[in-house]
């Protein structure tokens, strides 16, 4: 398999429980990168990882925790979600951090009842 | 602060005619410049970008957009519309004193009419 992966494609999950996102890269990338992406809005960058340490957190709420084991694997844990945050997830990756160009997977379309 | 407008959330043409899908952007410093495009349910493709050099760029799929840095644009253009053109566009920004990181725009949604 090619590119960057993501899943699973759709999750739907209750306020209280607890779930993981997955995203694996295929291209050898040291850089990777986790975006909300809510209807109307312009996509917003919440983490990113290089060389499988964090280098940003966009504010985001502590319910989103994530976790970068090696260069080629990105997860969102997820745990006390509200509604509010029922959006398409996606992962991203890029050569280097601070490299001009990234690279997209599919997406998890996230639902909080 | 950068900041990215794409202006209509929805844009509709007819099979054949010209698409032209708009983009603004406020940024200090020259920036880097992108059209992505994004198929239902899938994720974001890079259409094309703008980093140095030649102002006209050509993308995937009959694309291309011009930089034009006194209007800080950076509109994208099809001669001829495809109903596979149907998708969502996203226009971004980015600076190298800001590490690269992805300014965005809101995006448009492409209709084609046949």
């Known amino acids: 398999e090619t590119g960057v992966t993501q899943t699973p494609r759709h999750l739907v999950m209750g306020m209280t429980n607890k779930k993981s996102l997955k995203c694996e890269q295929h291209?050898?990338?040291?850089?990777m990168y986790w975006y909300k992406q809510s209807a109307k809005k312009p996509l917003e960058l919440m983490f990113v990882y290089s060389l499988e340490e964090r280098v940003e957190n966009n504010s985001v709420p502590s319910r989103f925790s994530p976790e970068c084991p090696n260069s080629s694997h990105l997860f969102l844990h997820l745990h006390t979600l509200q509604p509010e945050d029922s959006a398409l997830y996606l992962c991203?990756?890029?050569?280097?951090?601070?490299?001009?160009?990234?690279?997209f997977g599919p997406g998890t379309r996230l639902t909080v009842l | 602060a950068q900041s990215v407008t794409q202006l209509g959330s929805h844009v509709s043409v007819s099979e054949g005619a010209l698409v032209l899908l708009r983009c603004n952007y406020s940024?200090?410093?020259?920036?880097?410049l992108f059209w992505y495009v994004q198929y239902p349910n899938q994720g974001l493709q890079l259409l094309l970008k703008y980093t140095t050099g030649a102002t006209l760029v050509k993308g995937i799929n009959g694309f291309e957009a011009e930089f034009k840095k006194s209007e800080t644009s950076f509109h994208l253009t099809k001669p001829s519309a495809h109903m596979s053109d149907a998708a969502e566009y996203f226009c971004a920004v980015s600076e190298e004193s800001r590490n690269y990181q992805l300014i965005w725009g809101a995006g448009t949604k492409l209709i084609i009419k046949p």
């Open positions: 291209l050898g990338h040291n850089a």
């Open positions: 940024s200090s410093v020259p920036p880097y």
């Open positions: 991203a990756s890029s050569p280097q951090q601070g490299t001009v160009t990234q690279y």
